[in-house]
């Protein structure tokens, strides 16, 4: 009956086991687990345009090398999400739509224009920071499918972030000018970045929800003082200033505390309204009409091949 399946899924939550794409699943947990792969998804596939603009400016053949390698693994994860959103019964072609109609959502951070190669440098450092730090709690998820893609990705993540890290060692050890680009990069990156946690744990209408189905493992804000507490060490080696003049160490708390947040810019940007919506949602929105030959053309050989296998 309804009531044993529902038993079933609590137990397997209360012991920490996995939900697996063919359990029982109450429909509030499937809808979930659709909305916050499909958005993680579509961060991915959207995220590869402000560092996709400074490919063919790469100031070197081997930077060059690694950026083009990053933002496959980027295509890469998004396209692996895709999948385990399917395990849940979503469309592909549905979800695409809603992304470029507007209506699933995407990472606020994809929406700020990357002005110098800099801002590759600190992409690495502080966006791949903030979302390995999002993630690797997420390589516990209760959803088996979301949970295991989670554990290559934040591999591949680490990576990422170790090669934004030492870009931006490289410059800063340069010339005052790349030191200054480094520092006006930062300046940029650093509050949107940590809008990418999401709303203050009060304003957050998913948490408590999420955290009860073990979807999420920690709050919002536990994990946006994890980052700050990991970050403020890093910009100190690499020789760069947080622009915050309120961050400062609290022995009490044994955490950096830190400024006030902007939060009408954060819901500006993600209701439509930041610097780069448009323009990116756009960009998404012609290389899919681009791509449709190609979908055709594999959906007409896959259609032949399949007539061929039943004469
Ligand atoms: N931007 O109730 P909550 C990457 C939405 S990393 C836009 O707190 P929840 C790697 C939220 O969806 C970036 N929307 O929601 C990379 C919800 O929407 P609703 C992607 C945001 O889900 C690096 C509403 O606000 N990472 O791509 C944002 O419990 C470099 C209320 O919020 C993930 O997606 C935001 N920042 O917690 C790629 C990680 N924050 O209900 C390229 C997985 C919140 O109105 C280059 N996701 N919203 O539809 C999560 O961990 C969670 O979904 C949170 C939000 C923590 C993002």
Known sequence: SEE??????EQVIARD???????WMPEGYRNTMIRQIAQHAHSEIIGMQPEGNWITRAP?????????????????????LYSAAETLGADRTDLTERLITGRQKYSSIFNYPTLSFADVGVIGWLVDGAAICNQVPLCRSSYGPY????????KEESFHQR???????????????????????VNRWWWPSLMMFGPPDADSPNTARSMAWKIKRHTND?????????TVPQAEALGVELPDPELKWNPDRGHYDFGEIDWAEFKRVVSGDGPCNA??????ARTHSEGAWVREA???HAAKQRKEAEA
Do not use: N, W
């Open 298 to 300: 594999a959906a007409a």
């Open 279 to 284: 323009e990116r949602v756009a960009h998404r």
């Open 222 to 230: 536990e994990l946006r003082q994890r980052f700050v507490d990991m």
């Open 147 to 154: 949970a295991r893609a989670m554990i290559r990705i934040c």
């Open 17 to 23: 086991q996995r939900i697996e794409p063919r359990d």
């Open 4 to 9: 044993d399946l529902e038993r079933h899924f």
């Open 60 to 80: 070197s053949l081997r930077r060059k090398a690694i950026l083009l390698a990053k933002v496959q693994d980027e295509a890469g994860h998004g396209l692996y």
């Open 163 to 185: 090669q934004g890290y030492e870009l931006l060692m490289t410059m800063m050890k340069g010339t005052a000018e790349q030191r200054e680009l480094v520092q006006d990069a």
